[in-house]
């Protein structure tokens, strides 16, 4: 379908005999004009000014509004032709999308780069300056929200009916600032000035209760149940249009945002109490205000779990108010599966069940049959803390209804234990959704588990903990249930978009199809030992340093040293992610320094990156970011380091950011305790970028480790086995502490004050935690690690040789496209072919 066509009056949503189908839907023409006219329009109509009083956000909002409607047309097109086909569908159920910028994502998927950039200078506007307008959405966090992204990328490139669902946060996370070297968390006001590519549909709002109390009542000789809540709130969605990548086809996102259902009483206001009469709105809106609010108290923890029972409700709903009035309940694993990213939406499980049951009037074993095939469930984690866990007391007040079905489902799913193991209490206690000690809660990856068609991990190692430390029972009592799918990333956004150079370079050698077949870049092999690639591809390198030290001048006030290694870790910020131990390399290669040990000259010259935000109420967390910033202050100060070694920390780590500093990395940082992490994405983007990592065999670095080769990737540290069994023997840090000379002087120089100003006392709960509570073994594997960034160093220093690893890098990392994980969840789980 070009430009200039128009979807055909059957298409309309309203139906073809309806008088607005009369109309056609159109696009702006695929030519320069047609550009340039639907641009005028849209500032003149859409935002009321002339282009020579308009404002710089004017002409970004219009200029966005454009590539908006060329989308539109597709959008509508292609939701008739799902409809139609009724095909089986994918809910991608997510607390999470960490979506980045908007705009070169939308024209490179519609192919109007060359078109709009064109129209552009015919009206005397440069696009970077509308570029630098835009503010990247505040809908996630970190991994698990840019997974969320990379999936519903791959989904439209796939041509696979979808729709993701999640919150539209008014504030997003935070905006990370750091005072004194400590973080400051401050409103991420991403929607101030608007944001073009949503649209609202407020006359699709959804009523969601809360509260309240359940009573019976007879059914015509059944005993049914009823929810009769206590209050209740809107749930207003926001469309987001998903397109893929130059296939005509665009997929939906639509988030959810909390109104209150009376936000105003005049009678109140008129009586002068103006505060009590807007209390309702105040008191619903906060549900959609912020991602992850701080729930170290009950209102926190009560607010997170109104957000996520908020928008799996609303979406649950949602999508069964779109299909026909007699579709046939029974039929519904047929038309859709809910994909579970994580334990945020789990409460959807109870939810399905009380509108079929209490409002379909299905049989309870009928209702589960189809539950138990409508969700799937990925489990993201390998930290039991992680899994979350809600008392029966918070769920009884807020959703007593769904606390009588998560009852029901537990006691007939114990049934179902004793008979097949018998009076096993303790498996039955470790199976039980409901927890008794040490207080009684539910285990919601426990009810996802009992509840889902399939259960998987998204590494081939975290899989296998999974199956056998994490939920073993459960993989002993359902066979066949849990599965892998190894995580990937959307090729569009992470090399196509962010690493052009490279892009430009890769096409020359092997062709364009590579941006939606990834395995192609095997294809690349050969050129690792053709010299003039070789020196292409360095030449790439060094000019994304350049751009990446434009952007930190601009944005930080900091500088890229020339000649430097680019050394980076951003992730966010955990004591298992272990930036802790990447710290206590720098203070070890600077107290070589500063002791005299060790000459300046000899040091290889490295610019360390950081990038990571710690949640508002995770103390230590926030402690090691002041560490972090304190020992940059001192080491890139310091005259005897003779600027061979630099610290940078640029705060309020994004999507924007990551799309500059990861194709300009030398070295990957993935060094998390083996067996702690589920997989990780960073170390695909990475490694498809050009960077050599150091890491652990941990989560998907066993996987990228297998696929480049042990001669190009720097192994470190313990095995998971091992890991387990120093726990077993009893794992003491202090004594790694005194049995290595250039840990205890990086430890001592830490606690000395060296890196406050004198005072002993402000790194003291570092240092004594490390000592004493070193719960991810960052002692344990010091020495492993410091040997192998010596063999870094080496390596580092023949640039040719660097050169050939980084580029089998880029040439066997093809299986981590987001496209491939997409394939896998189709087959393994969720059965959801293309409609053409």
Not at 555 to 574: A, N, P, Q, T, Y
Request: charged share 25%.
């Amino acid at each position: 379908m070009t430009a200039t066509d128009h979807t055909p009056e059957s298409a309309h949503p309203l139906g073809a005999t309806h008088p607005l189908a009369l109309a056609p839907v159109t696009g702006p023409a695929s030519s320069v004009d047609g550009f340039v006219r639907q641009f005028l329009r849209n500032l003149n109509y859409e935002r009321g000014v002339p282009l020579s009083a308009s404002t710089p956000n004017d002409r970004y909002m219009a200029f966005a509004m454009t590539v908006r409607d060329y989308l539109m047309a597709r959008w509508l097109e292609d939701q008739k032709r799902q409809r139609e086909a009724q095909a089986k569908g994918v809910a991608y159920l997510s607390a999470e999308y960490l979506l980045g910028r908007q705009l070169d994502n939308n024209l490179l998927a519609t192919g109007l780069s060359e078109i709009a950039t064109a129209a552009m200078e015919t009206c005397g506007i440069d696009i970077d300056d509308l570029r630098a307008q835009e503010v990247e959405p505040g809908l996630g966090n970190g991994g698990l929200g840019r997974l969320a992204a990379c999936f519903i990328d791959s989904l439209a490139t796939l041509g696979v009916p979808n729709t993701g669902y999640g919150i539209r946060y008014e504030y997003g996370i935070f905006r990370q600032t750091f005072e004194d070297g400590q973080q400051v968390e401050q409103p991420d006001s991403w929607l101030r000035l608007g944001s073009p590519w949503e649209f609202p549909h407020p006359e699709a709002a959804r009523t969601i209760s809360f509260g309240g109390h359940t009573e019976t009542y007879d059914d015509e000789g059944t005993e049914r149940s009823r929810w009769v809540p206590a209050w209740n709130v809107l749930a207003v969605p926001y469309n987001y249009m998903v397109p893929g990548y130059l296939n005509g086809r665009v997929n939906t996102l639509r988030l959810w945002s909390a109104k209150a259902t009376n936000s105003f009483d005049l009678r109140v206001f008129n009586s002068g109490d103006y505060e009590e009469a807007v209390r309702s709105q105040t008191f619903a809106e906060n549900i959609s205000k912020v991602l992850y609010p701080e729930d170290s108290t009950p209102q926190g923890k009560e607010l997170r779990l109104q957000q996520q029972y908020f928008f799996v409700a609303a979406s649950i709903g949602d999508f069964l108010a779109s299909l026909p009035a007699d579709f046939d309940p029974a039929n519904l694993p047929d038309r859709i599966i809910f994909q579970l990213n994580d334990t945020h939406p789990v409460i959807g499980v109870p939810e399905l069940m009380r509108v079929l049951v209490d409002e379909k009037k299905m049989a309870w074993e009928d209702a589960w049959g189809i539950t138990q095939k409508c969700f799937a469930y990925t489990c993201h984690t390998l930290l039991p803390e992680a899994l979350e866990v809600w008392s029966v007391d918070l769920l009884g007040r807020l959703l007593p209804r769904h606390l009588e079905i998560i009852y029901r489902i537990n006691d007939e799913f114990l049934v179902e234990v004793r008979e097949r193991f018998g009076d096993d209490e303790m498996r039955i206690r470790n199976m039980s959704i409901i927890s008794e000690f040490p207080d009684r809660s539910v285990r919601m990856a426990f009810l996802a588990t009992v509840a889902g068609a399939k259960v998987n991990g998204v590494a081939e190692l975290h899989s296998q903990l999974l199956r056998e430390k994490v939920l073993p029972d459960f993989n002993e009592f359902y066979p066949g249930k849990f599965t892998n799918v190894t995580n990937g990333v959307t090729p569009r956004r992470f090399v196509r978009l962010s690493n052009p150079g490279l892009s430009t370079l890769i096409t020359e050698a092997i062709g364009p199809g590579w941006v939606t077949d990834l395995e192609r870049l095997r294809e690349l092999e050969t050129y690792a030992e053709d010299t003039q690639f070789r020196d292409a591809f360095a030449q790439v390198k060094a000019a994304n340093k350049r751009r990446l030290g434009d952007v930190l001048r601009a944005r930080d006030g900091v500088e890229i040293s020339d000649g430097h290694m680019l050394d980076v870790m951003v992730k966010r910020l955990h004591e298992y992610k272990r930036q802790m131990l990447k710290l206590l390399h720098i203070v070890t290669e600077y107290e070589g320094i500063v002791s005299g040990r060790v000459a300046a000259s000899d040091v290889q010259p490295r610019t360390f990156v950081f990038g990571a935000k710690a949640a508002p109420g995770y103390v230590m967390a926030k402690r090691i970011i002041h560490l972090i910033n304190a020992v940059g202050s001192v080491v890139n100060d310091d005259p005897r380091v003779e600027g061979r070694l630099k610290v940078l920390f640029p705060p309020n780590y994004n999507v924007t950011l990551a799309e500059r500093l990861i194709p300009a990395a030398d070295l990957s940082e993935q060094i998390s305790l083996a067996g702690k992490e589920a997989s990780g994405t960073g170390n695909m983007k990475f490694a498809l970028n050009g960077a050599l990592t150091i890491g652990t065999d941990d989560g998907a670095n066993v996987e990228i480790r297998e696929l480049v080769g042990d001669d190009n990737f720097f192994l470190f540290g313990m095995s998971e086995p091992e890991v387990e069994a120093l726990w077993a023997r009893g794992y003491k840090p202090a004594e790694f502490y005194q049995a290595d000379d250039g840990l205890r002087r990086a430890m001592d120089l830490i606690a000395s004050g060296a890196f406050s100003g004198g005072d002993k006392t402000v790194f003291e709960p570092i240092v004594s935690n490390l000592l004493y509570d070193d719960r991810f073994m960052v002692l344990a594997d010091y020495s492993s690690y410091i040997a192998e960034q010596a063999k870094v160093d080496a390596a580092y220093a023949d640039q040719d040789a660097w050169t050939r690893s980084a580029i089998l890098n880029v040439a066997r990392c093809g299986f981590f496209s987001s496209d491939r994980s997409m394939r896998d969840y189709i087959e393994r789980i969720w059965h959801t072919p293309p409609v053409i």
